[in-house]
């Protein structure tokens, strides 16, 4: 079992620059989230694949950010004009219908 | 909406005591998933245990056990024997067993308590 694993794990960018995270699930999951976590706050969800299909997009996610699953399998959460708000943990989980969500190691942001 | 309030911020524990960490959440929903998280500086988020609105039994995990009361809609978490290890951000979670309006079941999670343990 290799879990859900997330790259970058730590990403310094330049305000303005675009980035890119890649979540990795959990090889069975057909459902894969996307959360937000600033300091000393709880996760906040931002949006959720089932399979290749984007279900849900919460409203916290801006036109700058995007998030695709092309093959059902990995995602990739990009990030244009990065802003300093930012600046966050970037939390990826993944799961079985009706089953618990597993999350990875978290990808940081850091917006300068 | 859902909810989920920790009104604890902070909480500390004498190494091998017990200590309860509070939860409460609103829903009008009769179905759902209630969950507690644990993160350690490392960050990763890892479940703590897990237990369904429809079961009445508590769950219970090693030294972790739930007080689920569906009527109070509280879910407070029990750690008995309190290691060093357990010190971390503990998250209390919902999760709807009923999708509707494509929503399919995410995570709504409280602020967080910090579990301090001192030896």
């Known amino acids: 079992d290799t879990g859900v694993s997330q790259d970058p794990r730590h990403k310094i960018t330049k305000r303005g620059q675009n980035v890119t995270f890649r979540c990795d699930p959990i090889?069975?999951?057909?459902?894969l989230y996307w959360y937000r976590q600033t300091l000393g706050q709880g996760p906040e969800f931002l949006t959720y694949f089932q399979n290749e299909a984007q279900l849900e997009k919460s409203r916290l996610l801006s036109d700058r950010f995007s998030a695709e699953r092309p093959k059902g399998s990995f995602s990739t959460l990009e990030i244009q004009r990065t802003e300093q708000g930012d600046s966050a943990m970037y939390l990826c989980?993944?799961?079985?219908?009706?089953?618990?969500?597993?999350f990875g190691e978290g990808s940081w942001l850091t917006v300068v | 909406a859902q909810t989920v309030t920790q009104s604890q911020p902070e909480m500390s524990v004498q190494e091998a005591e017990t200590v309860t960490l509070s939860c409460t959440y609103d829903?009008?929903?009769?179905?759902?998933?209630l969950f507690w998280y644990k993160q350690p500086p490392s960050r990763q988020m890892i479940l703590v245990i897990r237990?369904?609105?429809?079961?009445?039994q508590n769950a219970t995990e090693n030294r972790f056990s739930v007080n689920f009361q569906k009527a109070a809609k509280s879910f407070s978490l029990k750690i008995s024997d309190s290691q060093l290890g357990d010190a971390a951000m503990y998250f209390c979670?919902?999760?709807?067993?009923?999708?509707?309006?494509?929503?399919?079941?995410?995570?709504?999670f409280g602020k967080g308590t910090k579990l301090s343990v001192k030896p």
């Open positions: 979670a919902y999760r709807s067993a009923v999708a509707y309006g494509g929503s399919q079941g995410n995570l709504i």
């Open positions: 989980a993944s799961g079985r219908s009706g089953n618990t969500i597993y």
């Open positions: 090889s069975e999951h057909n459902r």
């Open positions: 829903t009008s929903e009769s179905d759902y998933y």
């Open positions: 237990q369904e609105a429809y079961k009445q």
